[in-house]
């Protein structure tokens, strides 16, 4: 069948054409007004307005079955953290795909292999992800100070790790204003509503939800310095299953004979 | 201009505002994706709203008349419209820096195009209203006191978003970048404005979702006509309408250079 | 396989130089191609675009479609707006499945699709050097492809400038030089010349005769009528069938349709305003 095309060529690495892909694909990231819009002002806007806004009465919350209480605007800095990471991550998964889809299978069929293309998009993402967190964690940090600001910060960028692939998954199977439509809403509804613990009555399909497990992890380490250990090795195993499905989706949607 | 002449000139000038209301309208339930929002949305969101805060306590810490499992509803109902709207507004300000310059050219004149323009907005802005409040009515546990409020409730939203809408749009002509902003806008909006969180009303009254919100909560939960919210509504109506007349007329007299 | 920097005439690959030994030139001549190994050889392809709207048609696009394209040859593909021209390039790319037949492929291929299909938030070199390291090459060939190509297709001054702000023609420019950086055996090329003012045109014609005469297959797919005399072989995309018909025969010499009018062999006349009108408003 077909003989190959160039990259077969003993000469540039495998790292070598990985990086490149990566490079450039921060090149386009930065060079995008809306995602950098987004990164400074969403922060800012979901988690600013709502600390600035809601008064300072107690709170009653329900953390890994125990009760405990905390300030309300110290609930709402630390709540709206995951929320504004998901959209930001979500979003940049979404532009990520949309932007490079077309260009990605001729850049398959210059040579990248399969696995390369993946490994440098993921790369991508990771960064773009490492960037919303850090946005996110600037505003929430001078908000409120969690008791375990290590743990804190590893739940926030696991929430925004699982909905940037997602974001890169709905990118691929739906097309830009839908991907757009269900990548605000789901954080809100999934992160906001459903993982709130100021619940008592979830019921037990919320479990499913993406933001589930690393949200619990993120309250317990905002409100206790206990470590949900259960919960973060929950949150990166949902990250890897929603990476393998992403990546499946990508391979067919990039396929070159 | 001899009368008949005038009166001939106002029948054509009626012909093209109908046309052009009628070909945006038109554009606007072609698009499957509009079409599957529209009917999809409201139900989704209502249902969703309802379910997520129906699971939280019945406490004192949140603000809110009625049940929450009503409250989250309600708030589903204004969010889907707002949304809808806001986005509806965003896209014919987006093809009227295209095409209206065009049509302008063809005869069309300035004021008839910013007439059909706003006209589809009230008109797409009543359907997306008429749809929230069916599948609202169909969804919530208890009956409406008054389903005009609700209506009316939800019309304001619908105006209001697609006033906001075609503001988004002068500003950001991209669909893909105005819908993001627009959502973003209409969900925080309607957070703040559902009474839920403890804020204090003199803030929240500036939310444009505001009134409307506490238009259909009274409609449904006391079934009355809350006027004075009803007249603060048309005050956001007044002010985004100028604001959005203003930036629609800027925008069509620069025409669709990017 | 892709050869260092750009090919001299002491350059080729064992395939060509074989052909060399046994006493065949890479002079256009009717012997060489009829004899010549095909770089791409495409029998009964078969493909259906089924919607997933319950209602909706599918639409039967390629239905036994058979092509193939030589070493030193140059291939023209017509036929009607929407005939399908397109997906059978995708086919012959590799970027698209058929639903049936086969593909059969002898090295290395370079794709210029309709759409520039690149990243709009690169710079011109920036695309060069991400395609060039998907291709293999060093960074030196990657400069050296640069070069060539942005003089010949005269955008060097865009060099900086990122895609999304570039000209139509401009974008088509780099669409095209990404296919043949890497200086494939099989060249596919849909609509190429979109947007290319008459300078531009016909420095692709120039490039085109270099490439044949290096013994790269090219194929084209073009709806410009007054351009038949231009390639040796026409295929005609009609109901998902393609037609063949050989054009260039004996004498075919370019310099000669460029310069002046001609009858060709399909008694059309070419003539300098007629293409040229073409090319500039081609779509």
């Known amino acids: 069948m077909a003989a190959g095309v160039g990259g077969s060529g003993g000469r540039v690495t495998a790292a070598e054409r990985v990086a490149t892909a990566v490079a450039m694909g921060l090149r386009e990231l930065r060079r995008t007004p809306v995602v950098l819009a987004l990164l400074v002002f969403l922060p800012v806007y979901i988690i600013g307005a709502f600390v600035w806004l809601v008064g300072d009465e107690s709170v009653p919350l329900t953390i890994d079955g125990a009760e405990t209480t905390a300030g309300m605007s110290a609930f709402a800095a630390a709540f709206m953290t995951p929320v504004a990471v998901a959209i930001l991550a979500g979003i940049v998964g979404l532009f990520l795909m949309h932007s490079s889809r077309a260009a990605d299978g001729r850049l398959r069929l210059a040579g990248l292999s399969a696995t390369e293309l993946v490994v440098a998009r993921v790369g991508l993402l990771a960064v773009g992800t490492v960037v919303a967190t850090g946005a996110s964690l600037a505003v929430a940090l001078a908000a409120f100070s969690p008791e375990s600001v290590g743990a804190f910060a590893a739940a926030t960028f696991l929430v925004g790790l699982t909905y940037g692939v997602l974001g890169v998954t709905v990118g691929l199977v739906l097309d830009r204003l839908a991907g757009v439509y269900v990548m605000l809403f789901a954080p809100m509804v999934d992160v906001l509503m459903f993982q709130n613990p100021l619940a008592t009555d979830s019921p037990a399909w919320t479990a499913l939800l993406p933001g589930h497990f690393a949200t619990d992890a993120l309250v317990v380490a905002a409100f206790t310095t206990d470590l949900a250990v259960g919960d973060f090795l929950g949150a990166v195993a949902y990250v890897l299953v929603v990476l393998a499905v992403g990546v499946g989706v990508f391979y067919r949607a990039t396929a070159v004979e | ?258 | 396989m892709s050869t260092n920097g750009r090919p001299s005439e002491g350059d080729a690959t064992d395939e060509r130089s074989a052909n060399e030994r046994d006493g065949r030139s890479n002079e256009s001549s009717d012997d060489s191609r009829v004899d010549a190994e095909a770089v791409v050889e495409a029998r009964g392809i078969e493909k259906t675009y089924d919607s997933w709207l319950p209602f909706a048609r599918s639409v039967e696009v390629l239905d036994g479609a058979a092509l193939e394209v030589r070493r030193g040859e140059v291939v023209g593909i017509m036929g009607a707006n929407g005939s399908g021209k397109s997906t059978l390039m995708e086919i012959l790319a590799g970027i698209l499945d058929a639903d049936a037949g086969t593909v059969e492929r002898a090295g290395t291929v370079g794709w210029c699709p309709q759409e520039p299909r690149l990243y709009d938030r690169l710079t011109v070199d920036e695309t060069f050097r991400l395609f060039g390291r998907a291709y293999g090459m060093t960074d030196d060939e990657i400069d050296d492809a640069r070069e060539w190509l942005t003089d010949v297709l005269d955008f060097e001054r865009f060099r900086d400038r990122q895609v999304r702000h570039l000209s139509g023609g401009n974008r088509q420019k780099l669409n095209l030089s990404v296919a043949l950086m890497h200086e494939p055996d099989l060249l596919l090329l849909d609509e190429p010349y979109t947007g290319f003012d008459w300078e531009t045109f016909l420095a692709f014609w120039d490039l085109t005769e270099e490439l044949r005469d290096r013994g790269v297959g090219v194929a084209v797919i073009s709806h410009i009528i007054n351009e038949r005399d231009r390639f040796d072989v026409v295929y005609e995309l009609h109901e998902g069938h393609l037609h063949r018909e050989t054009v260039g025969g004996e004498g075919h010499d370019d310099r000669d349709a460029d310069a002046s009018a001609q009858p060709s062999d399909t008694g059309v006349q070419s003539s300098d305003t007629d293409a040229r009108a073409a090319g500039v408003t081609g779509e």
């Open chain 2, 1 to 258: 201009m001899t009368g008949e002449a005038r009166t001939a000139g106002l029948n054509a000038a009626v012909r093209r505002a109908v046309a052009g209301t009628a070909a945006s309208t038109r554009s606007f339930f072609r698009e499957p994706l509009t079409i599957a929002l529209l009917l999809a949305l409201p139900a989704v969101s209502i249902e969703i709203y309802g379910a997520s805060l129906g699971q939280f306590p019945e406490l004192g810490v949140f603000a809110s008349v009625g049940s929450l499992e009503t409250t989250g509803r309600i708030t589903g109902a204004v969010f889907a419209t707002g949304a809808l709207a806001g986005v509806l507004g965003l896209f014919q300000m987006i093809s009227a820096r295209d095409a209206d310059r065009r049509l302008a050219l063809c005869g069309f004149r300035g004021v008839e195009l910013l007439g059909a323009r706003f006209a589809t907005v009230l008109v797409v802005s009543g359907a997306i209203a008429a749809v929230s409040t069916a599948t609202l009515a169909g969804l919530l546990t208890t009956s409406i006191g008054a389903p005009l409020g609700v209506f009316l409730g939800l019309v304001l939203a619908g105006v209001i978003y697609g006033l906001i809408g075609v503001l988004v749009g002068s500003v950001l002509p991209r669909e893909l970048e105005g819908s993001l902003v627009l959502v973003i806008l209409a969900d925080m909006d309607n957070v703040f404005a559902s009474g839920l969180f403890a804020i204090d009303e003199s803030v929240t009254r500036f939310a444009p979702l505001s009134q409307p919100h506490e238009l259909v909560t009274r409609a449904v939960v006391d079934g009355t006509l809350a006027v004075d919210h009803a007249v603060a509504a048309l005050g956001h109506v007044a002010v985004f309408g100028v604001a959005a007349v203003a930036a629609y007329t800027y925008q069509v007299e620069r025409g669709g250079d990017d």
